[in-house]
T-cell receptor
Framework: GAGVSQTPSNKVTEKGKYVELRCDPI?????LYWYRQSLGQGPEFLIY????????DSGLPNDRFFAVRPEGSVSTLKIQRTERGDSAVYLC???????????FGSGTRLTVV | GQQVMQIPQYQHVQEGEDFTTYCNSS?????IQWYKQRPGGHPVFLIQ?????EVKKQKRLTFQFGEAKKNSSLHITATQTTDVGTYFC????????????FGTGTRLQVTL
């Protein structure tokens, strides 16, 4: 597509529920990243995919967070047993590789109530 | 761990005035990127600097990478209301090229 597409744009969920956030990167971009941004702060790294594999998942805060990219294109970020502290904007970005600028999607605003 | 700080945190200018934001990393960077995020929007890539002392211009925006590759600046000449937003610098996290550490950001407000 023309840009990075993220769905849903907004998600409100109850504490303890499971959520999935989807990212459709720019066609041809092999690198895909998930970042999380809290109000007034810069994006914080969660996970990086090169192709289908998670090349670096060191930013995932705990084992409730998991992400997949099974065919090397669309990625899904999965959060189990959501907590209020998970509330943030989850940004997906893609690029041609590690040494290129990122194209970010519009983000998913997750609110855990 | 690696820290990337920006100053000022916030600046309010009158349209037509110049603006500069400074970015300082606690570690040497192989490159630095700059992003702009409009209110309610997502970060948009502006530029990447790679060489020590490099200066690049994009219309009214001038980007500079320090000689020691630990600092950078973004200067906007004659600001316009369209420049409103938060400007972030970002550099590769120490020890890896697979992720960026974003700076604390500088929020720019421009009024007529």
């Amino acid at each position: 597509g023309a840009g990075v597409s993220q769905t849903p744009s907004n998600k409100v969920t109850e504490k303890g529920k499971y959520v999935e956030l989807r990212c459709d990167p720019i066609s041809g971009h092999t690198a895909l990243y998930w970042y999380r941004q809290s109000l007034g702060q810069g994006p914080e790294f969660l996970i990086y995919f090169q192709g289908t594999g998670a090349a670096d998942d060191s930013g995932l805060p705990n084992d409730r967070f998991f992400a997949v990219r099974p065919e090397g294109s669309v990625s899904t970020l999965k959060i189990q047993r959501t907590e209020r502290g998970d509330s943030a904007v989850y940004l997906c970005a893609s690029s041609f590789g590690q040494y290129y600028g990122y194209t970010f999607g519009s983000g998913t605003r997750l609110t855990v109530v | 761990g690696q820290q990337v700080m920006q100053i000022p945190q916030y600046q309010h200018v009158q349209e037509g005035e110049d603006f500069t934001t400074y970015c300082n990393s606690s570690t040497t960077l192989s490159n630095i990127q700059w992003y702009k995020q409009r209110p309610g929007g997502h970060p948009v890539f502006l530029i990447q600097l790679v060489k020590s002392g490099e200066v690049k211009k994009q219309k009214r925006l001038t980007f500079q990478f320090g000689e020691a590759k630990k600092n950078s600046s973004l200067h906007i000449t004659a600001t316009q209301t369209t420049d409103v937003g938060t400007y972030f610098c970002a550099g590769p996290t120490t020890g890896t090229a697979s992720k960026l550490t974003f700076g604390t950001g500088t929020r720019l407000q421009v009024t007529l």
